[in-house]
């Protein structure tokens, strides 16, 4: 015997050993067995105490200690009171022109019941006078209510008065005068203008609202129920029934809570689905675990105990991974999914076990006959389940070192709650499994287990184990289908099909901004969407170059007043800023302060030098205080600068542009260009920093967190699967103890993830955070499959490799093939969700679920025929009707030893 062999023979004893003591021990105490594993669910639920969520995108999705984090830190650190964003598309009810006087008009009602209408949070109430985001500038004239909120829009023309543009005999000029063409072009939607450059028409235009946001971190989570309430009270209120109510306007909108609003109500309108998913895992557990109608032979109890088991495991894991400081995500609400999925598939080679183990009728069994039953079927069942869980369990932990926070405590979340299947499977199952023999034994009721049913168990046909008619399936004609020589040769055939399909897919995968996608089919925020790809094609995300350094920036003044001159051709290639020549996409306050200087002339209160500035730095600080302070030419700028503490120079300046649109067509859909905004980020960062004559400056974007993210996820994706499946063939190589039956299990498993890759392709699954986290999990499933039908081949005996596969396939395809079924209808009806989160979770899992069976059931048994090594020393022959013969197990006191 090779050393090989006999390391072989040592694990497959030890773990057999091992499982035959639990076996004995659960088997003589089944009550203190299932106390015992309540009670230490109950000492997790400790963890609870010092429970954690965290719903913010930059610590969830984003690595830790990035450049973006670095520049939104020091941004925040000058400008910390961000503003809440809320903005409506009106366009024509009837389509064509929105620059008429009616729709205007329309227009301005509706602005006034948002100005005018009262919130009540808290007990106070709220206007938007008293949120806003104050400004100044917001008016073509006058300083009054409104007018010193932060609104963009073209009412500004008629300050917001509705008698005002009613009285106005010629409307089209005062729109005209609210400034250049292209500052036009960027508030009104596909505009036109006659040969003069006055505007003729629109389809569209914007009103923006800014309030002072007083967001709070609660739990992980961003609250700032204030403004959140007048979002819902006032904006979202009106803005939704504009349709309904104005007959030349119609209405497409967003707010600041819009997102977060929408998908949560995607995921918490999915709760039932995710009830719908248990009990069709409960009925199709019960039906294929015993007989169908209550009484011998049924396990409607079992399948109940299963479910007991996914959720004692879930709760005790949730609660240690909370004691060891990890932060309970959004998508941690997947994980009751994928230890359904595990766990079920333990049980049915668990009840596999007990079934085969079963030499006689249950009336001969006392109960010192089932405790050694029970010891015979974990001995068994044990190496199977340990090598699934254990890969499982490698798989994820290796991924909770992952360098995303949310992948990382998600994996964790899992390994945790993959060790506590693995333990209450072994203990709290098989425990409930002896009371449930007991009862069948003692022909007692199952719902009501302490009554004896009145008709005798039927003793002439309790024989003992019988296989089934899937298992009869395997033996009769799906192993000999498979593992005749024309069946080899098509089965290797169509396998290596898939494996270049898989490949050609993962070639091909891209990294995409899927956060449309998160956004329910019926939402208003895809509307609105919709209509600004529509309308504001060429508007894109906001971008802000930030100044430091006192002094330096009064001796640079010249050079900041014309930055636009260095941002100016950028448009068509990267770093894709757009052109600086409207106000919406262009905003520097020394521009403007240079200009009011040139106008102003005599009448700033200061000596100008001969190159038109202030002569000296605290007159500029002077001037350029006044010029942007309330009441003051510049008073949009107010929030653009910074003084120092004494106030005798300005530290912080701050020149806001913006992208071109960088989106691209996906099918049917318009989805945010990954790539071009990567490429864009690290480009303008690139220019930024070649401006060594200017002072010290950095760039900021609130999407530059997100496209951090971009940059490392497909590694990411690549690292974590590479890794897990390296840890698989470790922990396998192990745990199944036959290098040869090893490799051919990682083969499987390494094949099916490369095939799921393309099918992720072809179907339009993009790498995201979603399919990253699935594609994970899916190394643990599908290792499940091959593990099961491989470790069961190694216990097969005889010479014959063919006849050991179908052995393998007889004994282990049907408890495969249920766990694999119930897993796959389970999620099926997720299919169904609006959430994203869900439809790709059921997509991804019934691959993992279809694929991982095929390799299992189809392409490693033929695999195994050809290459397959030697069996285990314990392994013994079983009869044609797949009945163990007298010496196919080893003896209890051979594991016991």
Same mark, same amino acid.
């Given at each position: 015997?090779?050393?090989?062999?006999?390391?072989?023979?040592?694990?497959?004893?030890?773990?057999?050993?091992?499982?035959?003591?639990?076996?004995?021990?659960?088997?003589?105490?089944?009550?203190?067995?299932?106390?015992?594993?309540?009670?230490?669910?109950?000492? &997790?639920?400790?963890?609870?105490?010092?429970?954690?969520?965290?719903?913010? *995108? *930059?610590? /969830?999705?984003?690595?830790?200690?990035?450049? #973006?984090?670095?520049?939104?830190?020091?941004?925040?650190?000058?400008?910390?009171?961000?503003?809440?964003?809320?903005?409506?598309?009106?366009?024509?009810?009837?389509?064509?022109?929105?620059?008429t006087k009616e729709s205007l008009v329309q227009a301005m009602e509706?602005?006034?019941?948002?100005?005018?209408?009262?919130?009540?949070?808290?007990?106070?109430?709220?206007?938007?006078?008293?949120?806003?985001?104050?400004?100044?500038?917001?008016?073509?004239?006058?300083?009054?209510?409104?007018?010193?909120?932060?609104?963009?829009?073209?009412?500004?023309?008629?300050?917001?008065?509705?008698?005002?543009?009613?009285?106005?005999?010629?409307?089209? &000029?005062?729109?005209?005068?609210?400034?250049?063409?292209?500052?036009?072009?960027?508030?009104?939607?596909?505009?036109?203008?006659?040969?003069?450059?006055?505007?003729?028409?629109?389809?569209?235009?914007?009103?923006?609202?800014?309030?002072?946001?007083?967001?709070?971190?609660?739990?992980?989570?961003?609250?700032?129920?204030?403004?959140?309430?007048?979002?819902?009270?006032?904006?979202?209120?009106?803005?939704?029934?504009?349709?309904?109510?104005?007959?030349?306007?119609?209405?497409?909108?967003?707010?600041?809570?819009?997102?977060?609003?929408?998908?949560?109500?995607?995921?918490?309108?999915?709760?039932?689905?995710?009830?719908?998913?248990?009990?069709?895992?409960?009925?199709?557990?019960?039906?294929?675990?015993?007989?169908?109608?209550?009484?011998?032979?049924?396990?409607?109890?079992? $399948?109940?105990?299963?479910?007991?088991?996914?959720?004692?495991?879930?709760?005790?894991?949730?609660?240690?991974?909370?004691?060891?400081?990890?932060?309970?995500?959004?998508?941690?609400?997947?994980?009751?999914?994928?230890?359904?999925?595990?766990?079920?598939?333990?049980?049915?080679?668990?009840?596999?076990?007990?079934?085969?183990?079963?030499?006689?009728?249950?009336?001969?069994?006392?109960n010192e006959a089932l405790t050694q039953r029970c010891a015979r079927?974990?001995?068994?069942?044990?190496?199977?389940?340990?090598?699934?869980?254990?890969?499982?369990?490698?798989?994820?932990?290796?991924?909770?070192?992952?360098?995303?926070?949310?992948?990382?405590?998600?994996? #964790?979340? $899992?390994?945790?709650?993959?060790?506590?299947?693995?333990?209450?499977?072994?203990?709290?199952?098989?425990?409930?499994?002896?009371?449930?023999?007991?009862?069948?034994?003692?022909?007692?009721?199952?719902?009501?287990?302490?009554?004896?049913?009145?008709?005798?168990?039927?003793?002439?046909?309790?024989?003992?184990?019988?296989?089934?008619?899937?298992?009869?399936?395997?033996?009769?004609?799906?192993?000999? $289908?498979?593992?005749?020589?024309?069946?080899?040769?098509?089965?290797?055939?169509?396998?290596?099909?898939?494996?270049?399909?898989?490949?050609?897919?993962?070639?091909?995968?891209?990294?995409?901004?899927?956060?449309?996608?998160?956004?329910?089919?019926?939402?208003?925020?895809?509307?609105?969407?919709?209509?600004?790809?529509?309308?504001?094609?060429?508007?894109?995300?906001?971008? #802000?170059?930030?100044?430091?350094?006192?002094?330096?920036?009064?001796?640079?003044?010249?050079?900041?007043? &014309?930055?636009?001159?260095?941002?100016?051709?950028?448009?068509?290639?990267?770093?894709?800023?757009?052109?600086?020549?409207?106000?919406?996409?262009?905003?520097?306050?020394?521009?403007?302060?240079?200009?009011?200087?040139?106008?102003?002339?005599?009448?700033?209160?200061?000596?100008?030098?001969?190159?038109?500035?202030?002569?000296?730095?605290?007159?500029?600080?002077?001037?350029? &205080?006044?010029?942007?302070?309330?009441?003051?030419?510049?008073? *949009?700028?107010?929030?653009?600068?910074?003084?120092?503490?004494?106030a005798k120079s300005v530290d912080v300046v701050v020149v806001k542009?913006?992208?071109?649109?960088?989106?691209?067509?996906?099918?049917?859909?318009?989805?945010?260009?990954?790539?071009?905004?990567?490429?864009?980020?690290?480009?303008?960062? $690139?220019?930024?920093?070649?401006?060594?004559? /200017?002072?010290?400056?950095?760039?900021?974007?609130?999407?530059?967190?997100?496209?951090?993210?971009?940059?490392?996820?497909?590694?990411?994706?690549? /690292?974590?699967?590479?890794?897990?499946?390296?840890?698989?063939?470790?922990?396998?190589?192990?745990?199944?103890?036959?290098?040869?039956?090893?490799?051919?299990?990682?083969?499987?498993?390494?094949?099916?993830?490369?095939?799921?890759?393309?099918?992720?392709?072809?179907?339009?699954?993009?790498?995201?955070?979603?399919?990253?986290?699935?594609?994970?999990?899916?190394?643990?499933?599908?290792?499940?499959?091959? #593990?099961?039908?491989?470790?069961?081949?190694?216990?097969?005996?005889?010479?014959?490799?063919?006849?050991?596969?179908?052995?393998?396939?007889?004994?282990?395809?049907?408890?495969?093939?249920?766990?694999?079924?119930?897993?796959?209808?389970?999620?099926?009806?997720?299919?169904?969700?609006?959430?994203?989160?869900?439809?790709? /979770?059921?997509? *991804?899992?019934?691959?993992?679920?279809?694929?991982?069976?095929?390799?299992?059931?189809?392409?490693?048994?033929?695999?195994?025929?050809?290459?397959?090594?030697?069996?285990?020393?314990?392994?013994?022959?079983?009869?044609?009707?797949?009945?163990?013969?007298?010496?196919?197990?080893?003896?209890?006191?051979?594991?016991?030893?």
């Open positions: 015997m090779s050393c090989v062999e006999k390391f072989g023979n040592t694990v497959e004893h030890t773990i057999g050993g091992f499982f035959h003591k639990v076996g004995l021990a659960v088997g003589n105490r089944p009550r203190l067995t299932i106390l015992i594993c309540f009670i230490v669910t109950a000492l &997790t639920g400790y963890g609870f105490t010092t429970w954690e969520t965290e719903n913010r *995108q *930059q610590k /969830l999705w984003v690595p830790q200690d990035t450049l #973006a984090q670095d520049e939104t830190e020091r941004y925040q650190n000058y400008f910390a009171s961000n503003a809440r964003f809320n903005s409506v598309i009106l366009s024509a009810g009837s389509g064509g022109n929105v620059l509706m602005h006034k019941e948002i100005e005018t209408k009262v919130s009540l949070v808290e007990d106070k109430n709220y206007t938007l006078t008293d949120l806003c985001v104050k400004a100044g500038g917001s008016c073509a004239s006058g300083f009054q209510g409104v007018c010193l909120c932060l609104v963009n829009s073209i009412l500004k023309q008629w300050n917001y008065d509705v008698e005002l543009l009613n009285s106005d005999t010629d409307f089209m &000029t005062t729109l005209t005068n609210y400034g250049s063409k292209e500052s036009l072009e960027a508030v009104l939607g596909n505009p036109t203008f006659d040969d003069n450059g006055n505007i003729v028409s629109a389809e569209a235009f914007t009103i923006t609202y800014f309030l002072e946001s007083n967001m709070e971190v609660v739990n992980g989570r961003e609250e700032d129920p204030i403004n959140e309430g007048w979002e819902e009270t006032v904006f979202l209120s009106v803005a939704e029934g504009v349709d309904s109510k104005y007959s030349n306007i119609n209405s497409d909108y967003i707010s600041s809570r819009s997102f977060s609003d929408e998908f949560g109500g995607a995921i918490t309108g999915d709760l039932l689905l995710v009830q719908i998913s248990y009990v069709v895992a409960f009925l199709y557990l019960g039906a294929n675990m015993g007989n169908v109608k209550c009484g011998t032979g049924s396990r409607w109890t079992m $399948a109940f105990s299963a479910l007991m088991v996914v959720i004692l495991s879930t709760g005790a894991g949730f609660g240690v991974s909370s004691i060891f400081g990890f932060f309970f995500g959004p998508v941690h609400s997947l994980l009751p999914f994928i230890l359904l999925g595990i766990g079920v598939d333990d049980a049915f080679v668990i009840v596999n076990a007990f079934n085969r183990e079963r030499d006689g009728p249950r009336s001969k069994e006392d079927a974990l001995a068994r069942a044990g190496a199977s389940i340990t090598v699934t869980s254990l890969t499982d369990l490698v798989a994820f932990g290796i991924s909770a070192s992952s360098s995303l926070p949310a992948l990382a405590s998600f994996c #964790a979340y $899992a390994s945790f709650g993959i060790l506590f299947l693995w333990i209450f499977a072994s203990t709290f199952f098989s425990a409930t499994m002896v009371l449930d023999e007991r009862r069948q034994r003692d022909n007692r009721r199952e719902c009501l287990c302490c009554l004896t049913r009145k008709v005798p168990m039927e003793e002439d046909e309790d024989t003992g184990f019988e296989e089934g008619r899937v298992s009869r399936y395997f033996r009769n004609y799906h192993a000999p $289908a498979i593992l005749s020589i024309p069946g080899k040769f098509v089965t290797l055939l169509v396998f290596t099909g898939l494996l270049a399909f898989g490949i050609f897919g993962m070639l091909n995968l891209s990294v995409e901004d899927s956060q449309r996608s998160f956004i329910p089919d019926d939402s208003y925020l895809l509307e609105y969407f919709d209509a600004a790809d529509k309308y504001y094609p060429s508007t894109g995300i906001e971008l #802000a170059i930030v100044f430091e350094g006192s002094s330096d920036i009064y001796a640079s003044r010249e050079a900041l007043a &014309t930055l636009d001159e260095r941002l100016a051709g950028k448009s068509t290639k990267a770093p894709y800023i757009a052109e600086p020549i409207s106000d919406t996409a262009y905003t520097n306050i020394m521009a403007g302060f240079s200009s009011y200087l040139k106008t102003a002339g005599s009448n700033v209160n200061v000596t100008l030098g001969s190159d038109g500035w202030p002569a000296t730095e605290a007159e500029f600080v002077t001037a350029l &205080t006044s010029y942007a302070g309330f009441g003051g030419a510049g008073s *949009q700028y107010n929030r653009d600068f910074i003084l120092s503490a004494d542009s913006e992208y071109v649109r960088l989106t691209k067509q996906s099918g049917d859909k318009v989805i945010d260009d990954a790539d071009s905004q990567i490429e864009a980020m690290d480009e303008t960062r $690139a220019l930024v920093s070649s401006w060594t004559d /200017l002072p010290q400056r950095f760039t900021y974007s609130e999407k530059f967190i997100g496209i951090e993210s971009f940059k490392v996820i497909k590694k990411e994706l690549f /690292l974590n699967v590479g890794l897990a499946i390296l840890a698989v063939a470790i922990i396998v190589f192990f745990t199944v103890a036959s290098p040869m039956t090893s490799f051919l299990i990682t083969i499987n498993v390494a094949a099916c993830i490369i095939e799921i890759l393309g099918f992720m392709y072809a179907l339009g699954i993009v790498i995201d955070s979603v399919s990253v986290i699935n594609m994970v999990l899916a190394v643990g499933l599908s290792v499940d499959y091959s #593990a099961h039908v491989g470790h069961c081949f190694m216990v097969k005996g005889g010479e014959d490799k063919n006849k050991r596969a179908l052995e393998a396939l007889a004994d282990m395809g049907a408890s495969v093939l249920n766990g694999a079924i119930s897993t796959f209808l389970a999620v099926v009806v997720l299919l169904f969700s609006s959430s994203y989160v869900f439809r790709v /979770l059921s997509t *991804q899992f019934a691959l993992t679920v279809g694929l991982g069976v095929l390799h299992g059931l189809v392409g490693l048994p033929v695999m195994l025929s050809v290459l397959g090594p030697k069996p285990f020393a314990s392994a013994k022959d079983a009869d044609a009707s797949g009945k163990p013969t007298s010496t196919d197990k080893a003896s209890d006191e051979e594991l016991d030893a």
